[in-house]
Each structure stands twice: as structure tokens, then as C-alpha cells.
């Protein structure tokens, strides 16, 4: 079982930055693929950013690219997102999540993750 924090959002102009941490509890955070989702309003949760059991391998939906890092500390049993440049049509509600893997692959579906965080709202003023 693995639960999950995220923290760090809030209220930033355009143009700020802003980094989301997810902090996961239980054993073996190594072994879990994670990846960051968004979802505003009326909207289906989408996949925002992705990265591998060994952090070698990521990718990104192509409205973030070069702005948005995804990386993870594994000793710390976190997994951080780094947004720059925010625009307003980033603003979400973003989620972490997690799942078991045996290979550096990302995942991209949401379906595709067993454990998920409770979210952490991103408001981007114009």
C-alpha cells in the first residue's frame, strides 16, 4: 500500500513557477513508475508529466514541454514537479500518482495507476 501527498500549489501570476512535491509513504518507492495529472473543471483528468522507476527516462505532454520537469529523489521517497513559465491554461487541479513496475517505461492512461494523491489546486493569474 502506498499513499501520497502532494503539496506545494497555489495562486502564481503568469509567467511564475511553482513546485509540486508528492511525498510517498510505504516501502520500495523505487519500484513504482510515477507520473503527474491534471484536471480543471468539467474536464477528464489528463496526463500531465511521467517518469520512470529509476528517473532516467521522462516525458511530458506536449503543451508543458520546456517548461515542466518531472524528477524524483528516491532516498526521499518523492517525486517533484517543477512548472515554469505557467500560463493560465495550466491551472488545475494536479494529482500524483503511482504504480508498480519491473521496467523504465512511462505510463501515460490514468487507468493505468493504483495509487493516487488527493490533489493540489494551481492558479495562474493573468
Known amino acids: 500500500q502506498v499513499q501520497l501527498v502532494e503539496s506545494g500549489g497555489g495562486l502564481v501570476q503568469a509567467g511564475g513557477s511553482l513546485r509540486l512535491s508528492c511525498a510517498a509513504s510505504?516501502?520500495?518507492?523505487?519500484?513504482?513508475?510515477m507520473g503527474w495529472f491534471h484536471q480543471a473543471p468539467g474536464k477528464e483528468r489528463e496526463f500531465v508529466a511521467g517518469?520512470?522507476?529509476?528517473?532516467?527516462?521522462?516525458d511530458y505532454t506536449e503543451s508543458v514541454k520546456g517548461r515542466f520537469t518531472i524528477f524524483r529523489d528516491n532516498a526521499k521517497s518523492t517525486v517533484y514537479l517543477q512548472m515554469n513559465t505557467l500560463k493560465p491554461e495550466d491551472a488545475a487541479l494536479y494529482y500524483c500518482?503511482?504504480?508498480?513496475?519491473?521496467?523504465?517505461?512511462?505510463?501515460?492512461?490514468?487507468?493505468?495507476?493504483?495509487?493516487w494523491g488527493q490533489g493540489t489546486q494551481i492558479t495562474v493569474s493573468s
Open positions: 500518482a503511482a504504480r508498480i513496475a519491473n521496467s523504465g517505461r512511462i505510463y501515460y492512461r490514468a487507468n493505468d495507476y493504483t495509487y
Open positions: 510505504g516501502r520500495f518507492f523505487s519500484n513504482y513508475a
Open positions: 517518469i520512470s522507476i529509476g528517473g532516467g527516462i521522462t
